[in-house]
């Protein structure tokens, strides 16, 4: 099935705060376009691996990590600009942010970073990720509001449009939908499976059922460990690993 | 709540007394402001009129106005700040946005503490051995202003990295996340959002400075210069000193030269601060997260 | 948008990878002049004080109350009773200044609400920003004739009215620092205690005291050194004269005044330049001390 290279790449890779170990020996591969899910119990170290390919670990006191952690075939690590690396990946991560600047600053603000200055093709932008993020309808009158002052949600559909305009290679969702409603959810989640053609994206979700109708394959992890990577499917065939199972059976306690 | 037992009752008394005794306490520390303002206005007041502001010291300064000292003031103030604000808000911008916490920036922060703590007078001597002496600036407007900015630069880093830290982190890891700089990230969205609060620390240290008297005392103002400085090598008159030398060591000053001195000090100095906190609130009321 | 995304510039350090490590560079320098300027001002001082090495007797300098440098006959440095002035303002301010000052603190953080906390904040940071030199102004004018009036002595420039002076000048600075610390302690502490009805006041000697405990011994600490450091005021209140005080009435003249007062007057590089200048080590190394304590109390808040 492998014949591409893959565009992230984890051997052995062990994610620790002090001396608390997130993540121990994980190994696998996600391959270009495709949405790669993962899922687990609180506290499995999910949002940890995301941090490690975004290299947050560089401003995450007391954040290490060890083992090969690969990006478009190269160790995140040996990126000489780390900012580029970081203009690579959108990420959205499950407390929405939006930035004290105009809505339309804030979707603005990564393509202003890469250099885009027309006004039209700006505003082209940040129309066009705001309706991916399922929010132009209800900011497209009020473009000039302060992005940190929209409701919970709207701020968490802001910070996926924001991801969206950095017009990333991979994308990493972390709970992304956790304070939108299931109907604008459903919209999001049909405009993820078109993206899928222009980028590879990670989907970390407490919500199973989310996985299965997203991810083309899904890993769980469990207390800190990659127990199983297979196809989403085998996981509620029973092909998988037996805790996966019960983990998605709802069997878990 | 409350059932009236014995020793609820005189919990509830004791309650109200230590109430009255700390509103006491802290009416008997904020009271004197108001009433030697009263005082200097009452006995200094009738000394104030544009003339005593606007024009010089005659008689051996028992009479006429402050100007040289208003305007040396000034220039002691602004020289000062073009120094110590460049400065100041670089530290803080190190210290909020770039510094690991290591050794180095402990040090930093010790000294910071250090340098607000050491007295003013010992400022002026540090003014008269490095910038008169061996900087070789002689006594003039910018030893002076350099000695008064090494002084108040803490105030600066102090209210201006406050200021900073006031803008969430979790705004600054969006942009960092977006591949923003820190560089980028500070100019977008950090100081955008902390400038005012910036400004506020600024305003208070110009009226710091402007009531300095110790540290200009040997590094560049004079006693009595009854003419304008013409350039930073100049001596020159400041109003606290002016204070000073008509407080006590010129005889025959009618009575209410001086208090009418103090009076102009002090309204500058509570003027401009009156501003910062007049800023500062305007700020928390503007939320603008 | 398709070309960026074939070079990914991975090794390519542009514009914005320069201009973010040149400005971490310039703050760098910022922040490293803090300590700079601090050993500057050691340096600078000791250079100027440092020919006062051949004049240096121990015995004498430490175990003298005489203080007369412009002797011609008899020259010498004994600074006991200079330190006995700057102990005994700085002795009496405190006194005044650390009850009224943890007190009006504890009013501020723990009863006060609303506008009356806001107001009694603004007059406290009024309070701090009153020059020194306006300061020793009102001791000079208002509280000496008091003085003399009230307690019938001959003059009113006196440790009492340097000492009340700089208590009120000391006590803003403590109050702001004592209530940080009170507000450093978590609400959640508080809750716990008035959920068991305690009142107030029990909350706040029993729990909130006890928790802030190492914070207001750094106010009051940096308090002391504000005190102990002061120059304009204590020169214009204290009488200035030369004395070991055995009543607070007597006047008394400080280490920090000493300076300001004879500096104007001596030849640079002569013995009484150079011993003023030792003077100002001396300052330097205790204000430099008190800190240190200060800072290792709260930094030792931060751990524990
Ligand atoms: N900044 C941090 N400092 C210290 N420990 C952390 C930090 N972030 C996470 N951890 C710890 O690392 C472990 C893994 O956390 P992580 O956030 O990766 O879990 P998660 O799988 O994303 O959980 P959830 O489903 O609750 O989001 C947890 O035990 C957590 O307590
Ligand atoms: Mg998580």
């Not at chain 1, 899922?39 to 947050?56: C, D, E, Q, W």
């Not at chain 1, 060890?66 to 690579?88: F, I, M, Q």
């Not at chain 2, 040997?218 to 020159?236: C, I, K, R, W």
Request: glycine share 8%.
């Amino acid at each position: 099935m492998v014949t591409a290279t893959p565009e992230i790449r984890v051997q052995n890779l062990s994610i620790q705060y002090g001396e608390k170990v997130a993540l121990a020996g994980a190994s696998f591969e996600v391959m270009p376009n495709e949405i790669f899910g993962i899922i687990g119990p609180a506290n499995s170290g999910k949002t940890s691996f995301l941090k490690v390919l975004n290299r947050m670990d560089t401003f995450t006191p007391g954040m290490r990590f060890s083992g090969t952690a690969e990006v478009g075939g190269r160790d995140v690590r040996s990126w000489r600009n780390l900012y580029a690396l970081r203009r690579r990946i959108g990420v959205v991560f499950p407390l929405p942010v939006g930035l004290p600047l105009s809505v339309y600053d804030n979707v603005a603000f990564a393509p202003r970073l890469a250099g885009v200055r027309g006004k039209a093709e700006l505003d082209a932008i940040v129309e066009r990720c705001l309706r991916r993020a399922a929010l132009w309808d209800e900011v497209k009158d009020r473009l000039k509001a302060l992005g940190s002052l929209l409701s919970g949600g709207q701020q968490q559909r802001l910070t996926i449009a924001r991801a969206l305009s950095q017009e990333p290679s991979i994308l990493l969702l972390d709970e992304f939908s956790i304070a939108v409603d299931p109907v604008t959810t459903m919209r999001i989640e049909d405009v993820l499976k078109e993206l899928k053609q222009e980028m590879t994206i990670v989907l970390v979700t407490n919500l199973v059922q989310q996985a299965r109708r997203l991810a083309d394959r899904t890993a769980f992890f469990l207390m800190g460990e990659c127990v199983s990577v297979s196809p989403t499917e085998a996981l509620f065939t029973g092909d998988a690993d037996p805790r996966a199972r019960d983990y998605v059976e709802g069997r878990f306690g | 709540m409350f059932d009236a037992t014995p020793r609820n009752l005189k919990d509830a008394r004791r309650e109200g007394l230590v109430r009255i005794l700390f509103l006491l306490m802290t009416a008997l520390l904020v009271l004197p402001v108001l009433l030697i303002l009263g005082v200097l206005v009452a006995k200094g007041g009738s000394a104030l009129s544009w003339d005593f502001l606007f024009t010089e010291p005659t008689d051996g300064m028992t009479a006429g106005g402050l100007l040289p000292a208003l305007v040396g003031t000034i220039w002691l103030v602004v020289i000062a700040l073009i120094v110590s604000v460049p400065i100041g808000i670089a530290a803080a911008l190190y210290l909020s946005e770039y510094a690991p916490d290591n050794w180095l920036t402990r040090a930093i922060n010790l000294a910071i503490i250090n340098l607000a703590g050491v007295p003013s007078i010992v400022h002026a001597l540090f003014g008269v051995g490095a910038f008169v002496i061996f900087f070789g600036f002689g006594t003039s407007i910018l030893a002076a202003s350099f000695t008064l900015a090494v002084m108040t630069l803490p105030v600066v880093i102090v209210s201006t990295r406050e200021a900073l830290q006031a803008v969430p982190q979790s705004f600054r890891e969006a942009c960092w996340n977006m591949g923003a700089t820190r560089w980028q990230t500070i100019r977008k969205v950090v100081l955008p959002n902390s400038i005012s609060g910036i400004l506020t620390g600024v305003i208070l240290e110009v009226s710091r400075t402007a009531g300095e008297t110790a540290p200009i005392m040997f590094t560049g103002a004079a006693f009595f210069l009854p003419f304008l400085p013409e350039s930073v090598y100049d001596q020159t008159m400041a109003m606290s000193l002016h204070l000073f030398v008509v407080a006590t060591q010129v005889p025959n000053v009618p009575d209410n030269l001086p208090f009418g001195v103090a009076l102009v000090l002090i309204g500058m100095v509570l003027a401009m601060n009156a501003i910062s906190i007049a800023f500062r609130t305007w700020l928390r009321r503007k939320k603008k997260w | 948008m398709t070309d960026r995304k074939a070079d990914p510039a991975v090794d390519r350090r542009d514009v914005a990878w320069w201009s973010d490590k040149a400005v971490s560079v310039l703050v760098f320098l910022g922040g490293i002049s803090a300590i700079l300027f601090i050993i500057g001002i050691f340096v600078f001082i000791t250079r100027e004080g440092f020919g006062f090495g051949e004049h240096f007797k121990a015995g004498e300098i430490f175990g003298s109350t005489r203080w007369a440098p412009t002797s011609d006959s008899n020259p010498t440095y004994g600074i006991l009773a200079l330190v006995a002035g700057t102990a005994s303002v700085t002795g009496l301010a405190m006194l005044i200044a650390v009850p009224f000052s943890l007190g009006a603190a504890i009013y501020i953080a723990e009863f006060a609400k609303g506008r009356t906390r806001e107001v009694l904040k603004v007059l406290v940071e009024m309070l701090a920003a009153i020059p020194s030199v306006v300061w020793g102004f009102i001791g000079l004018t208002i509280m000496n004739p008091l003085i003399i009036q009230t307690f019938d002595v001959p003059i009113g420039l006196c440790v009492l009215n340097s000492g009340l002076i700089l208590g009120l000048m000391a006590a803003p600075i403590m109050t702001t620092i004592a209530e940080d610390a009170l507000k450093a302690v978590p609400d959640s502490y508080r809750e716990a205690a008035e959920a068991l009805g305690a009142t107030r006041w029990q909350v706040t000697r029993r729990v909130v005291l006890p928790a802030a405990r190492q914070g207001l011994l750094a106010a009051v600490l940096l308090g002391v050194g504000r005190g102990f450091g002061e120059t304009m005021a204590v020169l214009m209140a204290s009488g200035h004269s030369i004395n070991l005080p055995t009543s607070p009435f007597d006047s008394v003249r400080a280490l920090t005044a000493t300076i300001a007062a004879e500096l104007g007057e001596t030849a640079v590089g002569s013995p009484h330049y150079q011993a003023l200048f030792m003077l100002g080590i001396l300052l330097f190394a205790v204000t430099f001390l008190i800190n240190l304590a200060a800072d290792l109390i709260v930094r030792g808040i931060r751990k524990g």
